[in-house]
């Protein structure tokens, strides 16, 4: 047991320092857990999942999907074949905030041929995140203030095949990213898209350019008109999309004075937030615009800034009644410019209605986990939901949406040595 505990503690520390990488987490699902890391094209250096996972099994993709262009990180991935729901453990500093990014590539690793019907749902911790459907090459993102000193991201199996993962990335975010309103201890966010406005020779922008490795899709479109710079724009701090996001634009084609950005459709009760981005880089005449996000006015008359950064955004989410929403910027009878638009982020609440084990008690039981190596089901939140409540482990509620453990049997878990100190900090715990 000493040389796991070792081996899982020297692997996290070895994760931290790479040069301009700090606090980021880049792991490789489904690679030998023998095998070193490597580093990918852009300079990120991925492990092995080893150390944060306990169950599934390591999987190829077939080979005719191997190719220089697909990422190395989806030759291999983890499936879990197994148990309804399965989890990494990420390590995380309690109340900062993260970005957490799972990349899913089935490149028919079964040979069921299955990526047309597979799906299965994504949970971060407790709280449902997404529903992952295979028929893309596939990532999903969300942003996070982490509630314990370990973030589990889960793979709910629903019936609709064996659930799999190929990438799991963590990126931490300073605090005043996307500030305190929008992510909470109590509200996560869901990424919708997030995109850069107009043609670039790259198809994502990522790290280094973004220092937080946020991925920005291009979008462009025929009836848009493209603007860009070669000045550097100064950035701001509270969403920090990087110089090169920001130095293209678009502008409505022709004289139109409205601009059209976006529209999609979502009958669920998903609630959204849109974040736009904008630098100015024609300082000629005044250009003012109103913010449209469907009928609401997000902001009236705004002029953005001579190459710097700024931004519109509500810090409320919003739900449309009849699921159609839309993105429009209007030009003010004032302007003499048209509308414009650098980057654009949008994304939907991840609600924390669900009761959590209180995060001492997880912190604890997760050091009595790693000190002992317990595998068994010992995944994700230990009381929530009920039906995968780690087996030995009892909870009872508290106020707060809260559970605490009070009771651990521990009788089958081949445990030899002397008690921990690591038991004396499940503080409500009544039976061992
Ligand atoms: C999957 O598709 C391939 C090619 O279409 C076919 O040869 C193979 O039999 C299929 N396998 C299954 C399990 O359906
Ligand atoms: C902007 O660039 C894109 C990609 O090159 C192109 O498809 C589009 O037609 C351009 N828009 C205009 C108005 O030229
Ligand atoms: C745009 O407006 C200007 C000035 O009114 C006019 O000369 C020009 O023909 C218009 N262009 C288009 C494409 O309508
Ligand atoms: C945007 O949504 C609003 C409210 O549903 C609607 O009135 C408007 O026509 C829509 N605009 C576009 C361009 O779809
Ligand atoms: C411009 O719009 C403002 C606000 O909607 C309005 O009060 C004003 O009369 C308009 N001016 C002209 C010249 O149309
Ligand atoms: C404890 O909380 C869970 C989740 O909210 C709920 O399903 C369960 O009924 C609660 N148990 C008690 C005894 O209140
Ligand atoms: C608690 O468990 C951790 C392993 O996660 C171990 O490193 C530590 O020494 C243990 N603490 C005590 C007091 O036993």
């Known amino acids: 047991m000493a040389l796991l505990v070792f081996f899982v503690a020297f692997v996290l520390a070895a994760a931290v320092p790479a040069i301009g990488q700090e606090g980021f987490l880049s792991i490789d699902c489904g690679r030998d857990a023998t095998s070193s890391g490597y580093t990918d094209a852009v300079g990120i250096f991925y492990f092995p999942d080893g150390p944060y996972v306990d169950s599934g099994e390591n999987q190829q993709v077939l080979a005719k999907y191997v190719s220089r262009t697909l990422s190395r990180t989806s030759y291999t991935l983890r499936s879990f074949p197994t148990g309804g729901r399965n989890c990494y453990s990420l390590p995380t500093n309690s109340g900062a905030k993260y970005l957490v990014r799972l990349g899913f590539f089935y490149g028919n690793y079964d040979g069921k041929n299955s990526s047309s019907t ?56 300073g605090t005043e990213l996307y500030g305190n309103d929008i992510v909470t201890a109590s509200q996560s966010m869901r990424m919708h898209m997030r995109r850069d406005m107009g043609p670039t020779n790259v198809y994502v922008t990522q790290y280094p350019h973004d220092p937080y490795d946020r991925f920005w899709w291009q979008i462009n479109d025929p009836s848009w008109a493209n603007l860009s710079t070669t000045s550097t724009i100064q950035t701001e701090s509270k969403f920090k999309v990087p ?44 250009r003012q615009f109103d913010v449209y996000f469907d009928v609401n006015l997000a902001k009236e008359a705004f002029r953005p800034s001579y190459l710097t950064a700024s931004y519109v ?108 100190d690591n038991f004396t900090s499940l503080t409500a715990l009544e039976n061992l």
């Open 118 to 173: 597979l799906q299965f749902d994504l949970y971060l911790g407790v709280n449902y995140w997404d529903t992952m459907y295979a028929y893309l090459d596939n990532v999903y993102e969300a942003v996070f203030v982490a509630w314990a000193s370990w973030a589990p991201v889960c793979f709910i199996n629903t019936g609709a095949g064996t659930p799999f993962v190929s990438t799991v990335e963590l990126r931490l975010l």
């Open 243 to 286: 110089s090169t996001v920001l130095q293209k634009a678009i502008m409505p084609t022709g004289n139109n004075t409205v601009l059209s950005i976006m529209t999609w459709q979502d009958t669920t009760e998903r609630e959204y937030a849109v974040f736009r981005h904008f630098a100015d880089f024609q300082n000629r005449e005044p």
């Open 313 to 420: 955004y509500t810090s409320s989410w919003f739900k449309a009644t009849d699921g159609n929403y839309n993105i429009t910027l209007a030009a003010t009878n004032v302007s003499m410019l048209q509308p414009m638009l650098n980057a654009l982020e949008i994304y939907s609440l991840i609600t924390h209605h669900s009761t959590t084990t209180f995060f001492k008690d997880f912190d604890a039981i997760m050091a009595i986990k790693f000190e002992y190596g317990v595998k068994k089901n010992w995944m994700g939140d230990p009381c929530f939901p009920k039906e995968y409540a780690w087996d030995g482990v009892k909870c009872r509620n508290t106020s707060g949406n809260n559970a605490r453990i009070v009771s651990l049997d521990l009788s089958n878990s081949n445990l030899r040595g002397v008690i921990s």
